[in-house]
C-alpha cells in the first residue's frame, strides 16, 4: 500500500534535516518505539510494541537511511519480525524545500505485511498505516517546532 502526504513545518530546512537525523527524535516521534539506537551512517535498530486489530506485537528490527541528499531529501527504510504476528516492513521517501512559512516535508510511504497480519484484511491494515503515518509525523511537527505557543509570536 501507498500513502503520500506532505506537512508545513515552522522551521528551516537545517533544523528539520537534523530532526530527520536524529535517533531521539524518530525514537520519540514512532508510535509505539520502546527502543531506537545507532545512528545515521550505520542503521538504527528499533523495537516497536503495537496493536493492530486483535494482534498485539512486538516487532524487532532495523532502520536505514539511503539515497541521501542533505540537506534535500532522503530514503527512510524499516523493516521488524513479530513473530508469530509476522512482520512489518516500510520506506518513506522524505523530501524538503523551502516555503514562506519555514519547510515543506513532503512524504510518500509504502508498506507491507506479512504472516497473522495479512489476515487482517486489507481496509484494516490501510487505515492502521494511515494513522501510524499521521502519527508519526505530527510527532515530528511538534518535536521540531516545540509544543504550541512556545514560538514566540504574538
Not at 494482534?55 to 513473530?83: C, M, Q
Not at 516555503?99 to 504472516?115: F, I, M, P, S
Not at 510527532?139 to 509544543?147: D, K, N, S, T, Y
Request: with cysteine.
Amino acid at each position: 500500500m501507498e500513502l503520500t502526504g506532505s506537512r508545513t513545518i515552522a522551521a528551516d530546512r537545517a533544523t528539520v534535516w537534523a530532526h530527520l537525523n536524529s535517533a531521539d527524535t524518530l525514537a520519540a516521534c514512532i508510535p509505539g518505539c520502546e527502543e531506537l539506537t545507532g545512528s545515521p551512517e550505520n542503521g538504527f535498530d528499533a523495537v516497536v510494541k503495537q496493536k493492530v486489530g486483535p494482534v498485539k506485537a512486538t516487532f524487532k528490527g532495523g532502520v536505514t537511511l539511503s539515497d541521501i541528499d542533505a540537506p534535500n531529501s532522503y530514503r527512510i527504510a524499516g523493516e521488524g519480525k513479530g513473530g508469530v504476528a509476522g512482520f512489518a516492513k516500510g520506506a518513506a521517501f522524505v523530501t524538503l524545500a523551502d516555503n514562506d512559512e519555514g519547510t515543506e516535508l513532503t512524504y510518500e510511504v509504502e508498506a507491507k505485511v506479512g504472516g497473522k497480519l495479512a489476515s487482517l484484511g486489507s481496509r484494516l491494515i490501510h487505515g492502521f498505516a494511515r494513522k501510524m503515518t499521521d502519527q508519526f509525523f505530527e510527532r515530528f511537527q511538534e518535536a521540531v517546532e516545540g509544543p504550541a505557543g512556545e514560538t514566540g509570536e504574538a
